[in-house]
């Protein structure tokens, strides 16, 4: 399987009146062409920051090190190739290029859809107006009939009913699903390869969201698509992901096959969650003690050791590394041999 | 005494008006709660499930009388609750709590939670000493699981699964006869929601609640519930023993709700 994105070491740093705190530690991780890798984790786990600092988005102030090569599908997405072949088959760090080499790989290379499709659409625009701008972006040069036919063809695409009349209304005149459906035609109207999608149904009805899930399985087969799934929802990342990647204070600390890892969790924090997690049958749920800790007083140790109830001395002195459960699951927890 | 009748509820409704455009005068009424009758016995967990727009919180914010329904009736204790006014209506209020969704944007972040939580019984018990007031306050603070220390501090300096055992704590002290929780652990994280719902179940035994839980999410309700009644359209479709909803239900929505909820493999 070819990588469409290779994450290694991604730190991200934010400034805060006490020093620097890492929202996001040395995460590493490989997205291959059409996959889908859900990343878990609770609030302050860092899954968002990792996705805005993959799109250049971060907070103003923060820094960044490690490297994300990103590789460019380039030619071949619609556009006949005009300033395409330059780029084709390369790859770019999205950590080092330059706002305006961003800016240019953003919805034509990589595209994000966020919780809340009403605070990134434009209220005063119509709907088709919007799509129309995300392609014309990136092709100026394109006519304007030809841009509004793309523009339709997203829409359609995203399966919204009778998308000539969507296209002219507003976004408050569509449901929260409807919306979802505008934001999803918009990110890929340029074709990008890889899709970081950020609880793209945590704020739907369940009925709407097993719509929305169906929706980007089905984009993701016919159009190739790499995906980054991010939720806090083990029943969603079951349903949508090939691997799991569990966050929690800003470090991967359990990646492996989703069935593998739900079924059999090899780290304590991955363990407690499934615990925690209500089920449609009524069992005793066991809650996790305590609460994720502050991003400026991190344990020296394991992260999640004072919530651990498989804590040894060991746990205290170091980090753990993510060790090797087999050769496709591994977890950062001592126990592990 | 079993199956003692300690809420009825008889053919509730509730209105809006429907703005059909900017500068139209509003000609069309949308029914959010639609002829929604139901009992609730004492000591049970009654959990209503439903989509967004379903008229569940509509349906709460009349059964504590936020509100007031276009028509029907309720019955608390027996006694006619929407027409209870003075000494009567406050002596029934008291019987019945709430428990929000947000704990932050439900409690006073100017005042120390001692006062927040003590609130109820300075208004409803003003014969109390202030040493009592203390007492009872902490009394209930520890009942939630906080210290209490918790007393002198503010809102802000808990963290969100802390809040809601504020709002808990401050339905509690009254000790109420019946709660009702709209969405009590939606904005929490899944680890912390668990405490929270542990935290209810616990409570309802300790202080012989009933307990009206109101939830979109069909896995939070099977937790607690005894009976689930699942509304649509301001109207319930479906009611019964949450074993005979959850696991055979009847109404095609309830089927549909059912078969959309994304499961964890076991």
């Known amino acids: 399987m070819a990588t469409s994105l290779e994450v290694r070491g991604l730190t991200v740093e934010l400034p805060t009146p006490g020093g620097w705190v890492r929202p996001v530690n040395e995460v590493s991780f490989t997205l291959g062409e059409g996959e889908t890798l859900g990343i878990v984790g609770e609030s302050g786990s860092g899954k968002t920051m990792l996705s805005l600092a993959l799109m250049g988005l971060e907070p103003h102030g923060a820094r960044h090190a490690g490297e994300a090569w990103l590789s460019l599908r380039g030619a071949g997405n619609g556009d006949g190739g005009k300033n395409g072949g330059a780029r084709n088959a390369a790859r770019a760090n999205l950590l080092t290029i330059s706002q305006n080499e961003m800016r240019a ?10 919780q809340e499709p009403m605070t990134a659409l434009n209220p005063v625009l119509r709907i088709g107006a919007q799509v129309e701008e995300a392609i014309r972006v990136h092709e100026p040069r394109a006519a304007e009939s030809e841009i509004q036919r793309r523009a339709l063809q997203a829409l359609q695409r995203a399966a919204l009913s009778d998308p000539a009349r969507r296209a002219r209304q507003y976004p408050h005149q569509l449901s929260g699903g409807l ?78 096959p989703v069935a593998e890892v739900l079924r ?70 001592i126990l592990v041999r | 005494m079993p199956g003692e009748i300690l809420l009825e509820a008889r053919a509730l409704s509730k209105s809006y008006s429907v703005s059909t455009g900017a500068f139209t005068q509003s000609a069309r009424r949308a029914l959010a709660v639609d002829g929604v009758s139901f009992a609730l016995e004492r000591g049970e967990t009654l959990g209503i499930v439903g989509e967004s727009g379903c008229g569940k919180t509509t349906l709460a914010r009349m059964l504590m009388r936020l509100i007031e329904p276009d028509s029907g009736e309720i019955l608390f204790r027996g006694e006619d609750w929407l027409g209870a006014r003075g000494a009567k209506l406050r002596s029934l209020r008291r019987r019945m709590q709430m428990v929000f969704q947000d704990p932050i944007a439900s409690l006073n972040p100017r005042l120390r939670v001692g006062s927040i939580v003590g609130e109820p019984l300075a208004i409803h018990e003003p014969q109390l000493s202030g040493e009592e007031r203390v007492a009872r306050t902490a009394e209930i603070l520890e009942a939630v699981g906080l210290g209490r220390d918790a007393v002198t501090r503010y809102p802000h300096e808990f963290s969100g699964g802390q809040r809601q055992r504020i709002g808990i704590a401050r339905a509690l002290i009254l000790r109420p006869e019946l709660v009702i929780a709209d969405e009590p652990v939606s904005a929490l994280d899944v680890s912390v929601g668990a405490q929270i719902l542990e ?23 099977a937790q607690l519930a005894s009976r689930v009644a699942v509304l649509q359209t301001g109207r319930i479709v479906e009611i019964g023993a949450a074993e005979q909803v959850l696991g055979a239900p009847q109404h095609p929505y309830t089927q549909a709700l059912l078969a959309a909820v994304p499961e964890i493999p076991e």
Do not use: W
């Open chain 1, 179 to 256: 919306r979802q459906r505008v934001m999803i035609a918009m990110a890929l109207a340029a074709g990008p390869g890889v899709l970081i999608a950020d609880e793209p149904t945590t704020a739907l009805d369940v009925t709407v969201q097993k719509q929305i899930l169906e929706l980007l399985a089905k984009l993701r087969r016919e159009l190739q698509l790499s995906m980054l799934f991010i939720t806090h929802d083990l029943g969603v990342v079951a349903q949508v992901a090939g691997r799991i990647a569990v966050m929690y204070a800003g470090r991967i600390v359990e990646e492996g």
């Open chain 1, 264 to 333: 059999a969790p090899r780290h304590p924090y991955t363990e407690g969650l499934l615990r925690a997690a209500p089920r449609l049958t009524r069992e005793k749920l066991v809650p996790i003690p305590g609460t994720v800790p502050s991003l400026d007083a991190l344990p020296p140790g394991c992260a999640f050791a004072p919530r651990c109830p498989h804590r040894v001395a060991e746990c205290d002195a170091a980090a753990p590394e993510l060790r090797a459960v087999n050769k496709n699951h591994e977890a950062r927890c």
């Open chain 1, 105 to 114: 790989l953003r919805g034509r290379e990589i595209a994000m859809i966020f």
């Open chain 2, 199 to 221: 935290l209810l179940a616990r409570l309802q035994r300790e202080f012989s609640l009933t307990l009206m839980l109101i939830s979109h999410s069909l896995p939070v309700v």
